[in-house]
Structure formats: structure tokens, C-alpha cells
């Protein structure tokens, strides 16, 4: 059994790891954090996990972190780095649903996240945690940075485009118009979030920039080989988990021949968590609800050279916790759908 940590289990990203290792046949829960909740059985917190969590949380101890094979942090950015040397040297493996770990250059890391960066050595080890494209450096990697939400979703929704060994469209130019519900925000109490502002109301939000902006233009021009421009428009939409990205490519004239469904269906073929919908589907983020599952819909109106990607995946699964136990699974040699082989909650 794989004996595992998690810093920071009170939040929705925490509770998310809880319910899926909780369920995971491999994994031994031994330490859940929360400084405010030291004491509180989970089960009292999170009455969906009576009877599967007996665990009740317990401030960060380093000795009960070190006994883990792996430990998950689930915290604000920041947390991570400030641990992870320790828990390295320990034998133990980290992976983080923060961002300490996702931005190779430390100077763009700390321009976006506003504190300079406590062990750019480790950010060169780290390995980042999107299987689809990184799988073989997963494996053997001791520490991993788990992709943003949004980032997920424009990563392997642009994947396929940018593999081959020229360009098939206008690289300078893509548009990733991206959409999610508000428990992308955190649990933390934030005036945005509350119902009354929430709910029956529809709105953009960074547009100047925003902090997944570099991360998958780094993801996207490792994946290229080459620079890409991208304009990423993120909005806050009235539902609690999902995220629906559309993402726009206009077609270089020498590609208008490309049969990009079959494309995308090569690209995808055989990996478990990406399906590649039939020609004129449109994916809804139901479909995914709570499970690992991301869906991508391919579309070219009239025929056109716009090229229309339709992206869905649940922001806390695919998108969060479903993605870094994938990630375990890869890192400690287990069959990686296993504890992930869930059906969407539908409606
Ligand atoms: N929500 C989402 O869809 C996604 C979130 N993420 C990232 O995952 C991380 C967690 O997000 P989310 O679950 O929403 O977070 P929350 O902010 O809701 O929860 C944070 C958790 O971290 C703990 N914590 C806070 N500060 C510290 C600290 N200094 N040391 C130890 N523990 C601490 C809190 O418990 P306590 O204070 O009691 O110790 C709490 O359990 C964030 O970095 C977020 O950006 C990534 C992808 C998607
Ligand atoms: C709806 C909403 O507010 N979403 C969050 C992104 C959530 C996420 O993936 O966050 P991290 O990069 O912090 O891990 C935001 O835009 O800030």
C-alpha cells in the first residue's frame, strides 16, 4: 500500500483527493492537515466521507509527513516549496496542486505569483503532471507540478495541433475562451464567490493577464518546439465544477486539406482520460462531472479555416486532484486509471 500525505485537506481540492484515494485500492490515507480543524475527524467536516475516512485532521507534523511514500499538497502557492526539500531528502515524493512546481523560470514565477521562488533547484527537477504529454518523465520523477485547471483543458485541446513537425495553423494567433464554475475559486470565504453575486450572472475576469496565461504558453511551446501566441479570456460562469473552453485556430491555407477529426483521434488513441467525440458533438461539462474524464469536440464551421476546439473536463478532477492521483499512479508503477475509473454524475 502506498502511505500518503496530504497538506491541506479542508479545502475543495483536498476534499477531492479524500473521496478518490478514499476509494483507491492501493493507498493507505495516514496524514490529513488543517492548522484551523487540528482534532476534528474528517468524517465531522465532510459527512460524504463517513465510513470511508476515519482520519481526523491534525496540524502539519514532519514526522508523520516523512513516514508517507507521497505526499499531496493541496495548499495555497507557496506551501509546497517551502516543504518539499525536506520531504525529498526524507525519501518521500511530492506533488503539488498549487503552482510552486509549474513555471520553469523562477522570474516568471515570482512576476505572476508575487514572492520570489524558495528552491529554483527543485523547480529544474520538478516534472509537470500532465500525463497526456509528459508520461515517461512522470514516472520517474521524484516531484511534480500539477497543472492549472484552465491550463489542462488548453493544453490537450491544443496538443494535436502544435505535435506535428510544422505549423497547420496560425500559431501567433490562438484564442482559448474558457469558462468555470466558482469552485475553481477555493473554499476560502470571497465576496465574489457568494451566492448573490454568483449565481444568475455571467462575467469575464483577467483579461489583463492572468497566471495560467504563462503556464500554457510554456506547455504549449514545449509541446511546438516552437514560440506560440495565445490570448486566454477566462469567465466565471453560475455552476459549481466544470470548466468548458472553446479554443479557436485559423487553419494555415497549406493545411485546409487536414482531416483534423482524424487528427485529434490519432493524437488521443488509446489514452483513457481523453475522448475524442464524433464530428459535431458538443461536450457539456455534465458529462465529466466528477470523474477524470476530459472531452474534446472538434469543429470547422461551413467548412471554413477557423478551427473550433470544444474542451470539458471537471475543474477538481481532471483539472486538481483526479490528474495528481493519475500522476501517483504513473510515479509508484500502478495501472494509471486505478481509484479513477468512475462514471460522470449525469445530470
Ligand atoms: N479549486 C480548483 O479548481 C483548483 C485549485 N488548484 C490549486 O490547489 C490549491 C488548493 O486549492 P483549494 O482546494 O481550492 O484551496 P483552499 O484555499 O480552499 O484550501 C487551502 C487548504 O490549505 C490549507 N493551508 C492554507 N495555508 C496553509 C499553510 N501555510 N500551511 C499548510 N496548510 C495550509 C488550508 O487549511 P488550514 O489553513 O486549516 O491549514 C486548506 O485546507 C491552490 O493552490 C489552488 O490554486 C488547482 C487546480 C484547480
Ligand atoms: C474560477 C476561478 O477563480 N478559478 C481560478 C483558477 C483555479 C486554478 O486552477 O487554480 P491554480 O492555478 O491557483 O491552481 C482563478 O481563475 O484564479
Not at 86 to 110: N, Q, T, W
Not at 187 to 193: F, L, M, P, W
Not at 323 to 346: A, H, K, R
Amino acid at each position: 500500500m502506498i502511505k500518503v500525505g496530504i497538506v491541506g485537506g479542508t479545502g475543495y481540492t483536498g476534499v477531492e483527493l479524500l473521496r478518490l484515494l478514499a476509494a483507491h485500492p492501493g493507498v493507505e490515507l495516514k496524514a490529513i492537515t488543517s492548522r484551523k480543524e487540528d482534532g476534528m475527524p474528517v468524517a465531522d467536516m465532510f459527512p460524504s466521507l463517513r465510513g470511508r475516512v476515519s482520519l481526523a485532521f491534525s496540524a502539519p507534523d514532519k514526522a508523520e509527513l516523512t513516514a508517507c511514500d507521497v505526499v499531496f499538497f493541496a495548499t495555497p502557492h507557496g506551501v509546497a516549496m517551502a516543504q518539499a526539500r525536506e520531504l525529498l531528502a526524507a525519501g518521500v515524493k511530492v506533488i503539488d496542486l498549487a503552482a510552486d512546481f509549474r513555471l520553469k523560470d523562477p522570474a516568471v514565477f515570482e512576476k505572476w505569483y508575487g514572492m520570489p521562488h524558495s528552491c529554483p533547484d527543485l523547480l529544474e527537477e520538478a516534472v509537470y503532471g500532465l500525463p497526456e504529454i509528459n508520461r515517461e518523465a512522470i514516472r520517474k520523477a521524484r516531484i511534480i507540478g500539477l497543472p492549472g485547471c484552465y491550463p489542462t483543458s488548453m493544453q490537450l485541446g491544443l496538443a494535436p495541433l502544435l505535435a506535428q513537425g510544422k505549423p497547420l495553423v496560425n500559431e501567433s494567433a490562438l484564442i482559448a475562451d474558457c469558462k468555470s464554475g466558482v469552485s475553481g475559486a477555493g473554499r476560502k470565504a470571497e465576496v465574489h464567490t457568494l451566492l448573490a453575486e454568483a449565481a444568475d450572472n455571467f462575467k469575464a475576469y483577467g483579461v489583463k493577464g492572468h497566471r495560467h496565461l504563462p503556464e500554457t504558453t510554456q506547455g504549449l511551446q514545449a509541446i511546438a518546439g516552437r514560440r506560440i501566441g495565445l490570448t486566454f479570456v477566462p469567465h466565471l460562469v453560475p455552476m459549481i465544477r466544470g470548466i468548458h473552453s472553446t479554443l479557436y485556430a485559423t487553419i494555415l491555407p497549406e493545411a485546409l486539406d487536414v482531416d483534423f477529426q482524424k487528427l485529434y483521434e490519432d493524437h488521443f488513441r488509446g489514452e483513457r482520460f481523453v475522448d475524442v467525440m464524433p464530428p459535431g458533438s458538443h461536450p457539456e461539462t455534465r458529462s465529466v462531472r466528477a470523474s477524470n474524464q476530459l472531452r474534446i469536440a472538434v469543429h470547422r464551421p461551413e467548412g471554413g479555416n477557423l478551427l473550433v476546439i470544444l474542451v470539458v473536463e471537471d475543474n477538481l478532477v481532471k483539472g486538481a486532484a483526479g490528474q495528481g492521483v493519475q500522476c501517483m499512479n504513473i510515479m509508484f508503477g500502478l495501472e494509471e486509471s486505478t481509484g479513477l475509473n468512475m462514471v460522470p454524475v449525469s445530470p
